[in-house]
């Protein structure tokens, strides 16, 4: 099955991968640049045209699967990414694709053994894992590190660290609550 793989940003890198050959159809970036700076939905419709056009050449794509960015270093590059991001799920959504989020330093261990790599540690381990292509930027090369996880089978299933500290938190306020409510008995 074709996997769609997406590093969400203004210069949005995506991959094509074949999950059970780790054959790469297609791979880049699209600069999702608008004649207006001052309109900051103006590329929201540049991108469903990017992912309807690579749905076109492509067709049978079977999965979309997105770096999922738990916080930005700024709130406007936060909004930023979740007007995109929404853009990316409601398009898988009217595919009928299904869609998941692999979290950044999940991602960056997976491929450098460090969930805290730097860009260039990143585009270094992509470089050794692709040597056949040549990487455009950082955002083609965190395309590239989410199909590794494809290809490699990493389990989209599995609980994600973000899920484990929610989990972890109920956990602690739950006994919180119990202490307080034995405390009042």
């Known amino acids: 099955m074709k996997v769609l793989t997406i590093d969400i940003s203004a210069h949005f890198g995506f991959s094509l991968v074949d999950d ?40 049978d794509i079977g999965r979309v699967v997105y770096e999922d960015v738990e916080f930005s270093t700024t709130q406007l590059a936060h909004a930023s990414y979740s007007r995109l991001l ?17 979290e950044v330093a999940a991602i960056k261990k997976h491929v450098t053994g460090a969930g805290n790599a730097d860009k260039e540690a990143v585009m270094a381990a992509m470089r050794v894992r692709y040597p056949q292509i040549t990487l455009i930027d950082d955002n083609h090369a965190d395309a ?32 919180k609550n119990a202490k307080a409510a034995l405390a009042v008995a």
């Open 144 to 175: 590239l590190a989410i199909c590794a996880c494809v290809t490699d089978k990493f389990d989209l299933a599995a609980p994600t660290l973000k899920a484990m500290r929610k989990q972890a938190k109920r956990v602690k306020s739950a006994k």
């Open 20 to 59: 059970q050959t780790g054959q790469i159809f297609d791979s880049g970036t699209w600069e999702l640049k608008t004649p207006s700076k001052a309109d900051k939905y103006a590329k929201l419709p540049v991108l469903r045209e990017c992912l309807n056009q690579l749905y076109a050449q492509h067709g």
């Open 86 to 102: 929404a853009v990316c799920l409601l398009w898988a959504i009217d595919t009928k694709l299904p869609y998941s989020g692999i």
